[in-house]
């Protein structure tokens, strides 16, 4: 009886939707987090009889056959690309992607990351670094007399100082987009690896064609819709409990076969 296997690929299926769907609520608060959705695919068919088949010397062809699925399976787990809303936190440092683009930074062991969140700081040397104190690969050191940091739209890091009207550009910050971004790796920490799903890295300055800005004093928020998050977990739910009754009932018919005299 195959449906005791179709049934077991559904609550399979329906249990990594779930895995997927707690993931993304439970990065709620995180900073410019995407959410990932799960899509499945049926599995191969048992073909009984082919349509299209002759069935007779006449020409006359099966319109249908018989076609009998083996389950279902995930075909993939891929990120939404959404904007989430810009939260004003104020804190000088603290960059807003505002439309595509990712910040490029660079790992303890020399390799290129990605990402969006915005939460900056600087570190010992006045280098600008990421939460975890990895340093952006534009290379701008803050000079630790500083007054004032400002960030333009378009990435131009400016310094004030005490006694000078007029503020020193310490550089340009860019931006880096993918063709598709749905093949970066996520490797976390809010980080994102390039990879040959993605495509080579295109860098540009913010604001010029096909990248975002950034807007100083802003965090991109997440963008998962709770509300749509919990109405898929209802119905996940539900699918599992209609597999699981799907197992029930096949056992019931096997026992009842074995009960036969």
Known sequence: MKSLQIAATGMAAQQMRVDVISNNIANMSTSAYRPRVAEFSDLVYQQYLTPGTLTSQLGTTVPAGIQLGTGVKASTVSMQITQGSMRQTGAELDIGIDGPGFLEITLPDGETAFTRDGKLNRSQDGEIVTMEGYPLTDGITLP???????????????????????????????????????????????????????????????????????????????SVDVVKEISDLIEAQRGYELNSKVITASDEMLAATTRLR
């Open 144 to 222: 630790l007399d500083a007054r004032r940091i400002s960030i333009s739209r378009d990435g131009e890091v400016t310094a004030y100082f005490d006694n000078q009207a007029e503020g020193r550009s310490l550089g340009v910050l860019s931006l880096a987009t993918f063709v598709n971004e749905k093949g970066l790796e996520a490797i976390g920490d809010n980080l994102f690896r390039e990879t040959e799903a993605s495509g080579q890295a295109n860098r540009g300055v913010p604001g010029s064609q096909g990248y975002g800005t950034v807007r100083q004093g802003f965090l991109e928020d997440s």
